[in-house]
């Protein structure tokens, strides 16, 4: 008599779902040029949390009264890898510190964008009507205005200093993040998850920053880093024509404006090396944020 054997039952395991940052990093992984642009973003956040540390000499030190005549405008040596200015301060030393102003100005900026472009997106998507209308030809009239000169307006009646320039870069530049929420926000309303919270007894604002929110970060965080690049032009641009940071700190765009000068004499140093760190600075945080824009688009989930 032969005895069945008992059948065994095969359970399949169900493979775990993924998170949109978690499929989206291993896009950014993927991607190289990205991946660069952020290992430079982040040399130059060292560079500005560790300056002190980095550097030997201070940004303002007049090495004249040290090394006497020699120090006065110095080619590249070991001694000043990136030479000296007129008043014998350290171009490299000087460099280094200014990509705290930079990365500070460019940090305070769009913090400040961010705050004012998305909550009056926010209020004209969610809201419509009356609101939608003042708040969208605010927006138009704005972008009506050249963004340079309407930054210089504002800050050429008040003495120029670090904290104006990155204030008034700040209230003008949120009109991309104000367009992004109103259409993110346009077609996140009509969601079942909307109606839901509403149903829950939840109020408009809760339901705005609670729940709308969270689902448009991800275009919020690529402009912000794309945007970084521009901010960081645009303060250099401001410095050069003397509305930014003012001598003797330590400015990318001071530097150049005192540089170019002296490039028909000879003494290029002064003014390149400072632009070669706007340039990397500004291709670090464009490729970063190019990368992010690809990898945090769920359409492109494989």
């Given at each position: 008599?032969?005895?069945?054997?008992?059948?065994?039952?095969?359970?399949k395991?169900?493979p775990?779902?993924?998170?949109?940052?978690?499929d989206?990093?291993?896009?950014?992984?993927?991607?190289k040029l990205a991946?660069?642009?952020?290992?430079?973003?982040?040399?130059?956040?060292?560079?500005a949390?560790?300056?002190d540390?980095?550097t030997?000499?201070d940004p303002?030190?007049q090495l004249i009264?040290?090394e006497?005549?020699?120090a006065?405008?110095a080619?590249?040596?070991?001694e000043?890898?990136?030479?000296t200015d007129?008043?014998g301060?350290?171009?490299l030393?000087r460099?280094i510190?200014g990509?705290r102003?930079?990365l500070?100005?460019?940090?305070a900026?769009t913090?400040i964008s961010?705050?004012i472009g998305?909550f009056l997106?926010?209020?004209?998507g969610?809201f419509?009507?009356w609101?939608?209308s003042?708040?969208?030809w605010l927006?138009?009239?704005i972008y009506?205005?050249?963004?340079?000169l309407f930054?210089?307006?504002?800050?050429?009646y008040?003495?120029?200093?670090?904290?104006l320039t990155?204030?008034?870069i700040?209230?003008?530049?949120?009109m991309?993040?104000?367009r992004?929420?109103r259409?993110?926000?346009?077609s996140?309303r009509e969601?079942?998850f909307v109606?839901a919270?509403?149903?829950?007894?939840?109020?408009?604002f809760a339901?705005?920053f609670?729940h709308?929110?969270p689902n448009?970060l991800?275009p919020i965080?690529?402009n912000?880093?794309?945007?970084m690049g521009?901010i960081i032009m645009?303060?250099?641009?401001?410095?050069?024509?003397?509305?930014g940071?003012q001598?003797?700190?330590?400015?990318?765009?001071?530097m150049?404006s005192?540089?170019?000068r002296?490039?028909?004499?000879?003494?290029?140093?002064?003014a390149?090396?400072?632009?070669?760190?706007?340039?990397l600075?500004?291709l670090?945080?464009n490729?970063l944020?190019?990368?992010?824009?690809?990898?945090?688009?769920p359409?492109l989930?494989?």
């Open positions: 008599m032969n005895v069945a054997e008992p059948k065994t039952t095969v359970i395991e169900t775990k779902g993924t998170s949109l940052y978690r989206s990093w291993v896009r950014l992984k993927r991607n991946l660069f642009g952020g290992f430079l973003v982040i040399i130059i956040i060292f560079l949390i560790f300056a540390v980095i030997v000499y303002t030190e009264w040290k006497g005549a020699k006065k405008l080619s590249p040596s070991w000043h890898p990136f030479g007129l008043f301060r350290d171009i030393t460099v510190y990509t102003i930079s500070a100005i460019a940090l900026s913090i961010m705050i998305v997106g926010a209020c004209a969610y419509g009507g609101v939608d003042i708040i969208s927006v138009n009239v009506s205005f050249p963004f340079l930054i210089i307006a504002i800050v050429a008040l003495p120029p200093s670090m904290w990155f204030i008034a700040g209230c003008v530049n949120w991309r993040y104000a992004l929420i259409g993110q926000f346009l996140l969601k079942e109606e919270a509403r149903a829950l007894g939840a109020n408009d339901i705005m609670k709308l929110l448009a991800s965080i690529v912000a880093t794309l945007g521009g645009l303060e250099a641009s401001l410095t050069f024509l003397g509305f940071t001598p003797p700190t330590p400015s990318w765009g001071n150049i005192e540089g170019q002296w490039l028909s004499s000879g003494q290029w140093w002064w390149i090396f400072p632009g070669i760190a706007i340039s600075t500004v670090g945080f490729l944020g190019d990368g992010l824009r690809d990898a945090l688009d359409r989930k494989d």
